[in-house]
């Protein structure tokens, strides 16, 4: 076997000390297979998978810089319970807890939300969704833009603050703000809305950096790893360099559970779209903002529209979760956060209820040192904690785009039913707005909408006020 193992170095050109660091931490996480049999070839098939994406990667044997881990779990902060429950039971705690909120909701909720989260040693991420619950229809981007929802967000911005600064000066919390994520899909009201999205996010992020809220918050713009919207290209939405901390990406492996043959590994997943966003923001961190593996023994779930098979009953999730955890050290530099969607929501996404799989695999595969519980906020990098990546072209292609998009779109159009569609004229919102603003004083921001939008190129007029969207029962 070690005559097996020199002749892989030679062949591609390791040096003995990398290769030896790289299959030691492969082997590190794979202790054992069902299927190896007793001899010393026990890990050569496993091994022939390490060379084969290890050799497309540089030979430098230093790890990246630090990945912060984070989750989404069960009781969305409302339990601290739930939250030291499962930095017990890994071993290496959170560095933030991803809690959602909507439109509907102020920090009523979110006071209690966020202190669970900092009480257990983790920063907070909101996750924020433009949704008011009693018109779940509505598309609410226009409305922010053009001023409609400031009461609401100078009372939001100004309840967060006091949140912060009941904490004594040497410890008041950071959180992150992740706005509107999703935005290129269709499942979501405020979907498909890229000149209006990118309005109303630029309009409440210089509200707040009026207000002195910024000083305390990073912001995440988080889209989705498959474009399901009119655009096909998730860069139209992006807000701009100075109005972005984060970029993000979601993404999941469904499995079969969709689509025949659908297993897809972490890589096949988010090559494409983590590849356009280095290649487009190289200056910005990556944040992993949803992620989780289905188990095998998931099958298609009807209420959800899935028209698959049990074809992956033999995959394993706990091979796919040691895989992601080394691909993330070695091979996704830009990645500087990963947030596991711990909830057994549409399938079986969990690593910690007893009928799921992969939590041994989680708990060894992060006590790497490139996993850390540590918060890392933006303004603490500094340039040589940024790897110098590889700039690409910015397109993404990857050979498996085509499978994982057609299974995705199918997935995002089934996922939520029923799907109703109807246009919107955006100018006629603002016309309407403009209308009731004389009870109102016009702020600065929504003249600067205004002026904008008269000086936009008449293409984009047209984009503008032809905006459709589609609405999606949330």
Not at 141 to 168: C, F, H, K
Not at 189 to 218: C, K, L, R
Not at 439 to 445: N, S
Request: charged share 20%; aromatic share 14%.
């Amino acid at each position: 076997m070690q005559q097996q193992i020199k002749n892989i170095y030679r062949i591609n050109n390791f040096s003995s000390a990398n290769c030896h660091a790289r299959l030691f931490n492969y082997f590190r996480l794979a202790p054992s297979f069902a299927n190896a049999d007793q001899s010393g070839n026990k890990y050569i098939s496993r091994l022939f998978v390490v060379v084969g994406f290890t050799a497309a990667l540089s030979t430098t044997a230093n790890v990246q810089a630090d990945v912060m881990l984070g989750a989404s779990l069960p009781n969305d902060g409302f339990s601290r319970t739930v939250i030291a429950d499962f930095n017990q039971v890994n071993q290496k705690e959170l560095a933030y807890v991803n809690v959602f909120s909507a439109f509907s909701h102020d920090w009523d909720n979110l006071y209690w939300q966020s202190s669970n989260v900092v009480a257990e040693g983790a920063m907070p991420m909101i996750s924020w969704m433009p949704i008011d619950l009693s018109r779940r229809e509505d598309n609410l981007l226009p409305e922010i833009a053009i001023g409609m929802w400031d009461d609401y967000l100078m009372q939001w911005g100004t309840r967060l603050l006091a949140w912060v600064n009941s904490y004594p000066d040497s410890e008041q919390p950071r959180l992150s703000i992740r706005f509107a994520h999703e935005f290129n899909g269709n499942w979501y009201p405020y979907s498909n809305s890229p000149v209006a999205y990118t309005a109303a996010w630029q309009h409440i992020h210089d509200m707040f950096s009026e207000m002195g809220v910024n000083d305390h918050v990073d912001w995440v713009w988080s889209a989705s790893k498959t474009n399901v919207d009119d655009y096909g290209d998730f860069t139209v939405y992006y807000p701009g360099e100075s109005y972005v901390d984060w970029t993000s990406l979601d993404g999941y492996n469904w499995g079969s559970n969709y689509a025949p043959g659908g297993w897809s590994s972490f890589s096949e997943i988010f090559d494409e779209s983590y590849q356009i966003m280095v290649a487009n923001y190289p200056d910005k961190p990556i944040m992993i903002a949803e992620t989780a593996s289905a188990e095998p023994h998931d099958l298609p779930n009807t209420q959800y529209g899935m028209y698959g098979d049990d074809s992956d009953a033999f995959e394993s999730k706990s091979v796919w979760m040691r895989e992601m955890l080394v691909d993330l050290e070695y091979s996704y530099p830009a990645v500087r956060a990963l947030s596991l969607f711990n909830i057994n929501k549409e399938l079986s996404w969990s690593i910690s209820n007893e009928s799921n799989t992969g939590l041994d695999a989680w708990i060894m595969g992060t006590q790497s040192a490139h996993f850390t519980s540590d918060f890392l906020s933006v303004g603490s990098f500094t340039d040589t904690d940024q790897p110098e990546i590889p700039k690409g072209n910015g397109k993404g292609k990857s050979k498996t785009n085509g499978k994982n998009k057609d299974r995705e779109t199918t997935r995002m159009v089934s996922q939520k039913q029923p799907i109703t569609v109807r246009t919107i004229d955006t100018s006629e919102q603002i016309q309407i707005a403009g209308s009731s603003r004389s009870a109102m004083a016009k702020t600065r921001k929504n003249v600067k909408l205004e002026n904008a939008f008269r000086t936009m190129p008449e293409h984009k007029q047209s984009a503008f006020r032809s905006l459709k969207y589609s609405v999606v029962d949330y």
